[in-house]
């Protein structure tokens, strides 16, 4: 998708990653170059909205996409998926991603 430059530029390089004790005190540490290097500079941190933003920036005018409903029931065929939403009217896809975080009921 070519989001990588995107991606860094609303994001911000880490130096380096620590873990601590529930007071706060370092237990231990590296240096997140340890990281970045392996994975070609692609080791950076961004807000989740900032993420969401980019992907959906990216796919907007080319696919459909469903905000303000919920997946109720999922059923794939070999020709494509039959989705049941909450308050919308069944319909069927060729694909279907579920984009709805945490606690997702699409998996």
């Known amino acids: 998708m ?3 430059p995107r991606l860094r530029d609303v ?3 880490i130096d380096r990653v620590k873990f601590v004790n529930e007071r706060g005190r370092t237990r ?3 240096d997140a170059e340890i990281v970045r290097c392996p994975l070609g500079n692609r080791f950076f941190s961004l807000p989740r909205g900032d993420l969401a933003k980019a992907i959906f920036d990216t796919v907007a005018n080319k696919i459909e996409t469903i905000f303000g409903d919920n997946i109720t029931g999922i059923r794939e065929d070999p020709t494509g998926v039959d989705v049941q939403f909450e308050h919308g009217h069944a319909r069927r896809f060729d694909l279907v991603a579920g984009c709805d975080g ?5 998996r």
Do not use: E, K, Q, T
Not at 102 to 106: A, K, Q
């Open 2 to 4: 070519n989001l990588i």
């Open 102 to 106: 945490l606690h997702s009921g699409v």
């Open 28 to 30: 231990s540490a590296f």
């Open 11 to 13: 994001g911000y390089v």
